[in-house]
């Protein structure tokens, strides 16, 4: 099992910047995958930015590429998307994600990121 509780959200305005964190406790050692996910009422949740464990590989949606940056702590205990230059669409509910080596995954609860104009 895995825990996840992420903080960060808030208000911010179009241009400006906002960090998310997410707190991950539990079994970490069979963790292979994390990131953040985003959604916006009727519409999907979207991949927005994963990192892998081991290799520190790093992907990122089309839409925040060159904006947004993902970033883990060495012993994994915390994972940051560092937001910058948001603009309106980037408004949503933000969601930490794992994904096991045996494909289970887990999800925290959402912090919400609302940008104005």
């Known amino acids: 099992q895995v825990q996840l509780v992420e903080s960060g959200g808030g208000l911010v305005q179009a241009g400006g910047s906002l960090n998310l964190s997410c707190a991950l406790s539990?079994?970490?050692?069979?963790?292979?995958?994390m990131g953040w996910f985003r959604q916006t009422p009727g519409k999907q949740r979207e991949m927005v930015a994963t990192?892998?464990?081991?290799?520190?590989?790093?992907k990122y949606a089309d839409s925040v590429r060159g904006r947004f940056a993902i970033s883990r702590a060495s012993n994994w205990q915390t994972v940051d998307l560092q937001m910058d230059s948001v603009k309106l669409e980037d408004s949503g509910t933000y969601y930490c994600n794992v994904r096991m080596y045996d494909g289970v995954e887990y999800w925290g609860r959402g912090t919400r990121v609302t940008v104005t104009s």
């Open positions: 990192i892998q464990k081991n290799v520190e590989f790093k």
């Open positions: 539990g079994n970490l050692l069979r963790v292979n995958i």
